[in-house]
């Protein structure tokens, strides 16, 4: 059945204004015709949606994602075996919250290229998902480049085998190879149905903050030449201005949290190479308030790094790089954003200020863009049409054009009024059809509330209580004297 939404303001990512009382016709999924209403024929069995004083936009989308990005221990050993479940929590969430794409840049390759054929089967609904598996480079979650606590708690056999569900064939052996063997274990990997390459430029900071350099300029060439022969974009990890260099002559696509460069700015040549190379930026950014918060729960050292990260968004902003929206999404449970270690990290700020929440991420990111001086159409272009065209999916996406997908959000207000706007969706469609967003997610699972406590629980006496301080050495509370 055709979908025809009439009366609004049609902001399509391509005109330099939005353009008020048009029409956008559906059929089979993609946009048939947008114009003045008595220029549109209606078929009889043709879905009426009146949105007059309405706006829409093009579906938003996130350049970076991570749909299963709570990998604690306890979570892997409750859902051993489920994780497409949370996978498509996620993509459901990130459905209602407008952004009817997301690229999702780390996570277990399986998992997700199942949940993705899922939802463009229509046997799920859920955001359009693609995603890269593991970072070329890095090892699994139980190791030293993400969590190094877990071996010797968890047994060998768990550990490895969830190690192996993320690496495969993809992990840190690769830095004792030749470029031509990475590059053949590179095209192994894009086999197994990966749509894109996403490699580490940088370490993932537990060594040094993210200072070493992972790969060398030569095999990170043969890691993109690998991707672009198999038609796919390639993207790096980069965390310093050398491995932002590097990553940029290398012929990425696009370069994740390139603002993100230890406690330097970006130099002005590096700026340039943006533009030069055709290589999207993508820009980890927090509102001014956000900033604030974070200083009060930070070192010194992680502060520096926020203040370059910041001076480089604005320089990124006035420079001509092509700029997207991304900001590493992902779920994490109740019981988690309780732990002293997010609470004093910038995922432990308040729910308006935090960049790193799936459902509301990109808000803060609209905002704190907006903050920094970047204009309203750059912001939505920035957030659809600039992603599209880095992940070379702009045939079909981004822009509200004739013969494009149908994929859409209806505001209440004028995004190109206020960046606070987009959080005023009334309507999200994807594939020329409306989603009823009430209803998701389907099944909570990680976004459920915090259980209520046990009847034991409220029994139980601590050895060590919160309470009044215990009196002498508190080294003794310890053993440690």
Not at 7 to 12: K, L, Q, S
Not at 192 to 209: P, S
Not at 241 to 255: H, K, N, P, Q, T
């Amino acid at each position: 059945m055709s979908l025809l939404l009439t009366g609004a303001t049609v902001i399509d990512g391509v005109s330099e204004e939005g353009i008020e009382g048009r029409s956008i016709l559906v059929d089979d999924g993609r946009i048939v015709a947008v114009g003045r209403p008595d220029e549109i024929p209606v078929l009889p069995d043709t879905e009426v949606v009146d949105l007059s004083g309405k706006f829409i936009i093009p579906g938003l989308m996130n350049a970076n994602v991570h749909l299963f990005v709570n990998v604690l221990f306890e979570t892997l050993v409750r859902y051993e075996g489920r994780y497409e479940e949370l996978i498509v929590e996620a993509a459901q969430v990130a459905l209602r919250s407008g952004m009817t794409t997301v690229f999702d840049t780390w996570g277990p390759r399986r998992a997700l290229t199942a949940v993705r054929d899922r939802i463009d089967r229509g046997e799920v609904v859920g955001s359009r998902v693609r995603c890269a598996g593991n970072i070329i480079g890095f090892e699994g979650p139980f190791s030293q480049d993400f969590d190094g606590r877990i071996p010797g708690v968890g047994s060998s056999h768990f550990v490895d085998r969830v190690n192996a569900t993320w690496v495969e064939n993809t992990g840190r052996h690769l830095m004792w190879l030749t470029p031509e063997v990475v590059g053949e274990e590179v095209r192994t990997y894009i086999e197994r149905g990966i749509d894109f390459v996403k490699y580490a430029a940088n370490e993932h900071g537990g060594t040094a903050a993210g200072a070493f350099l992972q790969f060398s300029e030569s095999t990170q060439r043969a890691i993109v030449e690998e991707a672009h022969r198999a038609g796919l974009t390639a993207q790096s990890h980069s965390q310093t201005v050398e491995g932002l260099r590097m990553s940029i002559e290398a012929g990425c696509d696009l370069v994740q949290h390139c603002n993100m460069t230890g406690p330097v700015e970006i130099p002005s040549r590096t700026l340039e190479l943006f533009s030069q190379h055709n290589c999207g930026a993508v820009v980890f950014p927090l509102t001014d308030s956000g900033m604030e918060a974070l200083k009060e729960n930070v070192s010194d050292h992680e502060w520096t790094m926020w203040k370059a990260s910041d001076a480089n968004t604005r320089r990124l902003i006035n420079s001509d790089a092509m700029i997207l929206l991304a900001n590493d999404g992902g779920i994490f449970p109740p019981e988690v954003m309780q732990e002293p270690m997010i609470k004093g990290t910038w995922n432990g700020l308040p729910e308006d200020e935090a960049l790193g929440r799936l459902a509301t991420g990109h808000f803060v990111w609209l905002r704190a863009m907006e903050e920094k001086g970047m204009s309203p159409m750059d912001l939505l272009h920035a957030a659809t049409r600039n992603i599209a065209r880095a992940y070379r999916v702009e045939d079909d996406l981004g822009t509200l054009e004739v013969g494009k997908i149908a994929d859409m959000v209806v505001l209440d207000a004028d995004p190109l009024q206020g960046a606070k706007n987009y959080r005023s969706i009334h309507a999200v469609v994807k594939d020329g059809a409306l989603v009823d967003i009430e209803a998701l997610p389907e099944r909570p699972l990680l976004t459920a509330e915090l259980a209520g406590p046990l009847d034991e629980e409220a029994r139980y006496k601590r050895f060590l209580h919160h309470g009044a301080r215990l009196p002498g050495c508190p080294a003794c509370a310890h053993g440690a004297h």
